[in-house]
């Protein structure tokens, strides 16, 4: 227990970090905000290092609602919910007596610098449009350390997939993406029982005990396998890169912010189950053949046009022999609070484990163009079950907080920054709710989680919620400026998939659950 003197010593020393703030936001006109010293502890190094100039991400996650979103009932319920989250409570000050530390002090949330409701144009020819560039606009600017580092943006206009749009704009050193949407949902109800929380899919262990599940050479290999592939990290940090491709980002020096752009598509999750039980995979090698088509049909489109073909053919290969393309599935290492967990937190003030432990998966895409559709999901079967018997997200974790506990934040930040710089894409998938939600009465039509600030040219993201499947693409606009053309090519991919089950006549009567 600490002694009075012990607590007099700390406020003392957190004197100047306060009267800094209340001087800095004097200077810059905005109202300081006032701080509660009931718990101050330092940002962790992975939350630390999303501050780095060069890895400064942010979380976007766009919902769309069923009705129209009323201001004042999501400013009444935020209080009773999600600011009982200290990291969506507290701002993250720096103290330059201690070389620039970053730590967590809790303060008074002004709601209205968080919950935006800009006016829209109701009139508009194209509200997909206004709303697409209304986000992308977003990726164009920071949130300053004056405020907590969350945004909620409440956009009541129609669009062809919701009736209005909810956008979170959250940095990621509050959280790992995971830990965040979990955190969102659990605000949420049943649409058919508002008491009840949403259910998810129980999930297995995509890494089982080698030793119980296949005995002593199942653990050889994966010792192996975990050395090949922490061996291809540090060679990949080094000096291994990606063949540059059309998807390859040139970023310009001194840039730290170049526009993204957000594209969305809303598939049927039957038919993506449908392929899964014909073929007798998972979820994420569906989703992930998918992905693997639907980018060799957009390279192959985009080395034809390079070549000046008018129409590039998706029969004619124009992709060249051997590229290497790889995308970086970053791993948070610390098991995710489950949504029970966190509602708990925020309505009986028990604690959740919360935090950024993450390590990295280097996946490897082989682009080509193919004969048999489903040979995409052979392929990406066979990729995903060789990483489940590594420990590569582990240990590659275990290098970076190695390199930050010798060199520093600086030298730590680098690395994490230097993998994903020389790999292509981003690849993630999430599950969600399997029964239709509600946002404080507010009926859920679609998730779209991304990010924006990371050093890929691309992140593509899946999402499920109930009956559906909504991926999202996160894109540089220099790298790829039709993103929708990129989306089609994804959407036509699961259909040919879908289309090529049914044909051969694989499908039986229990399939689609």
């Known amino acids: 227990m600490e002694s009075v003197n012990d607590l ?30 009931e718990e101050e502890e330092p940002l962790s190094p992975a939350a630390r290092i999303f501050h780095e100039p060069n890895f400064n991400v942010y979380i976007i996650a766009i919902m769309g609602w069923k009705t129209k979103m009323d201001l004042q009932v999501v400013k009444a319920q935020f209080p009773r919910t999600l600011l009982k989250h200290p990291r969506f409570s ?13 730590r967590w002090v809790r303060t008074k949330v002004d709601l209205d610098k968080h919950i935006i409701m800009p006016d829209l144009d109701q009139k508009t020819e194209s509200a997909d449009k206004l709303v697409e560039d209304y986000i992308s606009d977003l990726s164009k600017t920071s949130m300053d350390l004056s405020k907590p580092l969350w945004e909620f943006h409440i956009l009541n206009i129609k669009t062809s997939d919701a009736e209005s749009l909810g956008v979170f704009r959250i940095h990621h050193s509050l959280g790992d993406g995971v830990s965040l949407m979990s955190l969102v949902l659990a605000c949420t109800r049943q649409v058919s029982d508002s008491e009840a929380l949403p259910t998810l899919p129980v999930q297995k262990s995509s890494n089982p005990n080698p030793v119980k599940s296949g005995g002593v050479w199942s653990l050889i290999k994966m010792v192996w396998y975990t050395f090949v592939d922490v061996l291809m990290f540090i060679a990949t940090a080094l000096f291994l890169k990606d063949t540059v491709t059309p998807l390859t980002r040139h970023r310009k020096k001194g840039v730290g912010s170049e526009s993204r752009r957000f594209a969305y598509r809303t598939v049927s999750f039957d038919d993506i189950k449908l392929v899964k039980n014909a073929m007798n995979t998972t979820i994420n090698d569906v989703v992930m053949g998918v992905s693997l088509a639907g980018l060799s049909q957009y390279l192959n489109r985009r080395y034809g046009e390079a070549k000046g073909e008018a129409i590039a053919t998706q029969k004619k290969n124009n992709i060249p022999e051997n590229i290497r393309l790889r995308a970086t599935l970053l791993v948070n290492i610390r098991p995710s609070p489950g949504i029970h967990a966190l509602a708990d937190m925020m309505e009986k003030g028990t604690k959740a484990k919360w935090g950024n432990c993450i390590g990295s ?51 730590a930040a680098f690395l994490f920054h230097r993998v994903p710089n020389h790999t292509t894409l981003c690849f993630s998938n999430i599950v969600g709710p399997i029964e239709e939600i509600g946002f404080y009465g507010h009926p859920l039509a679609f998730i779209a989680p991304s990010c924006y600030g990371q050093p890929h040219g691309l992140m593509v993201h899946f999402q499920s919620y109930t009956n559906k499947m909504t991926f999202i693409l996160s894109v540089d606009e220099a790298t790829i400026p039709d993103p929708h053309q990129l989306c089609d090519d994804i959407e036509e991919s699961l259909k040919l998939m879908k289309d090529a089950v049914i044909a051969r006549g694989i499908v039986k009567e229990n399939l689609i659950k």
């Not at 507290?90 to 970053?102: N, T």
């Open 8 to 37: 007099d010593s700390k406020q003392q020393a957190l004197k100047p970090i306060r009267t800094k703030i209340a001087a800095g936001e004097e200077e810059s006109g905005k109202k300081p905000y006032d701080i509660e010293e």
């Open 361 to 411: 998966v280097l996946l490897p895409f082989a682009i080509a163009l193919r004969d048999d559709p489903l040979d995409y999901v052979r392929q990406a079967k066979a990729t995903i079950d060789r990483k489940k018997q590594s420990q590569e997200a582990g240990y590659t974790f275990l290098i970076v907080k190695l390199v930050l506990k010798l060199f520093g934040i600086k030298a």
């Open 90 to 102: 507290s701002l993250q000050v720096k103290d330059d007596d201690k070389g620039g530390a970053m």
